[in-house]
């Protein structure tokens, strides 16, 4: 499936579960931080094509990119400006003319080459951040105790078989062989 076909399914997911704000606003939504730019007033440094710097030119409104060090990445944002429930109205930047009130709430770092986050994965973070308590938590913590009780048992089993202590004894001529016994477990 293609990638910006994905990204709007996404967004429609987060829409129908997440709802928006009462001026229409998402609450929540994916991007794809390359195509996010903001008109901000502030010095910037212009360069030549080959990349030498040229001058600097100070108190000017440029259209830049929002995200420009999290270059390449998907972001799920969170919009800011809702003044009443869990989230706290933030006052919109002075430096940026054009705040469309959308903040990033997780930035999603892969390794490989653009994949696009799973739902799963957008409603884990959701929900883990925006709640005390949440049922993928608890789901999670369970999930470790059944993993940490299997794999102890598991440590336990191989002790019990293949402990190094008995294989050395019979290295070293210290232990005895009894052919015909058909239980070599220690009481």
Do not use: C
């Not at 390359?34 to 108190?59: A, H, P, V």
């Not at 919009?79 to 009130?101: C, H, I, M, Q, S």
């Not at 696009?116 to 709640?131: C, G």
């Amino acid at each position: 499936m293609d990638q910006e076909v994905e990204l709007q399914l996404l967004n429609e997911k987060l829409l129908a579960q997440y709802g928006s704000t009462l001026n229409g606003n998402q609450r929540f939504r994916m991007v794809f931080s390359d195509g996010e730019t903001e008109k901000r007033k502030g010095n910037f440094d212009i360069y030549s094509e080959t990349g030498q710097w040229l001058r600097r030119e100070y108190d000017v409104v440029r259209t830049v990119l929002k995200y420009p060090t999290n270059r390449e990445r998907f972001i799920l944002e969170r919009y800011t400006l809702e003044p009443f429930g869990k989230w706290v109205a933030n006052p919109p930047p002075r430096e940026v003319f054009d705040y469309n009130g959308y903040e990033p709430f997780y930035v999603f770092e892969w390794v490989e080459a653009r994949p696009v986050p799973p739902w799963a994965a957008l409603q884990f973070i959701i929900q883990a951040n925006m709640s005390e308590r949440t049922a993928a938590l608890e789901r999670l913590e369970e999930l470790h105790r059944k993993q940490d009780a299997s794999s102890f048992q598991q440590s336990m089993d191989i002790l019990d078989e293949m402990s190094p202590y008995l294989p050395g004894l019979l290295h070293d001529g210290e232990a005895v062989v009894v052919p015909d016994m058909k239980e070599t477990k220690d009481e």
